[in-house]
């Protein structure tokens, strides 16, 4: 099991001494979605990031970054979250035997997500507001502390988190025409914009993508401006001030992409339509990306037979209570032959 940064050690900042922190992560499936892409007249891949060790993208960002935590003799992490930065950084801590402390918002948080940090004994701490508020408060504890910050403002994240883009241009052999990904703090756009900015420079990409920047119409941070108070169904992407919006709003004006802010109906629908239709099952801010392309499609700003890659963030089990709020109640009967028959067969 080779994790991303055996895979991509000289595009990374290693060294042969450094003291690699792996989970096996990256290398997830670009898997071509036939049936939608008919449906919207695109050729479409999806890019599962739920395939990740802890079942999100965050992996890529915390393998190095927990790495040069240990290469540089910190003792421990923190991080302020929506809840996978949670996760993964609980999980990459324990593999390194550091302490981690991670702040969420009370109640905010999708079941999945706080369970992964618990179970990997991490200090959870629920703050009675929002993300924005625990990055603020988790930033100034650093300067006050000997705890390294492992949130996106930490450069060795995105640095990790590029390798996405390699993986991308590698299989399809250039960069595709449009690449559909949710944004809430601007950390993952920002580092796929640098991974195919160095694929292009490297000759493994032609020409850049155009982004489509997907934000819940509650969070429309990119289009809206900075918000005091961010509303989702869309959890993972409920942020009002992303920390890296100039960089976010930079790549998508030289990739010449665009933003789209969406209802959470029209999120939600593309979270069911995922797993029907394809067997991807996503969690709601990451079916964001679909949802964006649905609606470029629909306003005319992916054309026809576009090559598109829908990045799916992170697992539909980090989630299990808005996906059971979304489907049909499971039938119910007897035991029997004759009643079991009747409940599966019965229209
Ligand atoms: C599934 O875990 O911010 O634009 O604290 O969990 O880089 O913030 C999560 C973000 C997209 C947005 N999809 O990425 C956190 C956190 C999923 C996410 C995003 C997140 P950024």
Known sequence: MTGLIERYRARLPVSADTPVVTLGEGSTPLLPAPRLGAELGVELYLKVEGANPTGS???????????????????????????NTSASAAAYAARAGLRCAVVVPEGR?????????????????????????????????CERQPITLVNNLNPYRLEGQKTASF?????????????????????????????????????????????????????????????????????????????????????????????????????????????AAEGVFCEPASAA???????????????????VVCVLTGHGLKDPDTAIGEAERPRRCGATLAEIEQAVLAG
């Open 57 to 83: 993208f965050k992996d890529r960002g915390m393998t190095l970054a927990v790495t040069k935590a240990v290469e540089e003799g910190s003792t421990a992490v923190i991080c302020a979250s929506t809840g």
């Open 109 to 141: 948080i999708a079941l999945g997500k706080l369970a992964q940090a618990q179970a990997s004994g991490a200090r959870v701490v629920q703050i009675a507001g929002g993300f924005d508020e625990a990055l603020t408060a988790v930033r100034a504890l």
């Open 167 to 275: 993986e991308i241009c590698e299989e399809l052999g250039d960069a595709p025409d449009w690449l559909c990904i949710p944004v809430g703090n601007g950390g993952n756009i920002t580092a796929y914009w640098k991974g195919f900015e160095e694929a292009l420079a490297s000759g493994e990409a032609r020409r850049p993508p155009a982004l489509l920047a997907c934000q819940a119409r509650g969070a429309a941070s990119l289009l809206r401006g900075p918000l005091d108070r961010p509303e989702t169904v869309a959890t993972a992407i409920r942020i009002g001030r992303p920390v890296r919006r100039e960089e976010a709003l930079d790549a998508l004006s030289r990739s010449e992409g665009r933003a789209v802010a969406l209802e959470d109906r029209q999120i939600l629908d593309a979270f069911r339509r995922l797993p």
């Open 289 to 307: 990306s679909f949802a964006g392309l649905v609606q470029a499609r629909a306003d005319g700003t992916i054309p026809e037979g576009a090559r």
